[in-house]
């Protein structure tokens, strides 16, 4: 089955304990991307990468940082997590360009910092 | 700086009111626009993709339009299955940043 999967699906952690959550494609697409998602805020995207080894920022990169070493992974990096980063995380992947073509995103993470 | 705006942001239609959503943006060199429908819980779902000015597109009860300022999401007839928060985004001009807007809350009661 063609999907993304985020692990964890939920977290609970405490302030300046750095974490990974991962994300990972099984359709070979070439872009991959996280955002998050806050009320009120709407989805939000923080980095972007086009291919292996090819990253970028989305409108919210401060604090995270992300890798592209395989092109089937792009694991999400919080070296140093705030409660301001407490929020729904989405990692969804495009064919190629994800911004003309659609995305598939996965199920979710929801992370809560202390 | 590039802008996506919906309305209204939530928006309860008796089963088989039909309505419209809407999303307006402010992009230079506009490259498309999205709509996904989110349930609760879920990731979201693409529905459409719109190129340019003029262009419809269709599926089962949605139908899709696009302006040079705007995007509407009309809904006819809907049943209570199409509850969801439906979301517009636009790609940025020289980039592969996407921005959505803030979704509309659609309920339906039976």
């Known amino acids: 089955e063609a999907q993304v999967t985020q692990n964890p699906r939920y977290l609970i952690t405490v302030t300046g304990k750095k974490l990974t959550v991962t994300c990972s494609q099984n359709m070979n697409h070439e872009y991959m991307s996280w955002y998050r998602q806050d009320p009120g805020l709407g989805l939000r995207q923080i980095y972007y990468?086009?291919?292996?080894?090819?990253?970028d920022k989305g409108d919210v990169p401060e604090g995270y940082k992300v890798s592209r070493k395989e092109k089937r992974n792009f694991p999400l990096i919080l070296e140093s997590p705030s409660p301001n980063q407490t929020s729904l995380y989405f990692c969804?992947?495009?064919?190629?360009?994800?911004?003309?073509?659609?995305?598939?995103f996965g199920p979710g993470t929801r992370l809560t910092v202390l | 700086e590039d802008q996506v705006t919906q309305s209204p942001e939530a928006l309860r239609l008796q089963e088989g009111e039909s309505s419209s959503l809407n999303c307006s943006y402010t992009v230079s060199g506009l490259r498309g626009l999205f709509w996904y429908r989110q349930d609760p819980g879920k990731g979201p779902e693409f529905l459409f993709t719109?190129?340019?000015a003029g262009e419809e597109k269709e599926k089962e009860r949605l139908k899709a339009t696009l302006t040079k300022k705007e995007s509407f999401l009309h809904i006819t007839a809907p049943k209570p299955e199409d509850s969801a928060t439906y979301l517009c985004a636009v790609p940025h001009f020289g980039n592969e940043k996407l921005t959505f807007g803030t979704g509309t809350r659609l309920t339906i009661i039976p």
């Open positions: 719109l190129y340019s």
């Open positions: 969804a992947s495009s064919v190629t360009s994800g911004s003309y073509n659609e995305q598939f």
């Open positions: 990468s086009m291919n292996v080894e090819v990253t």
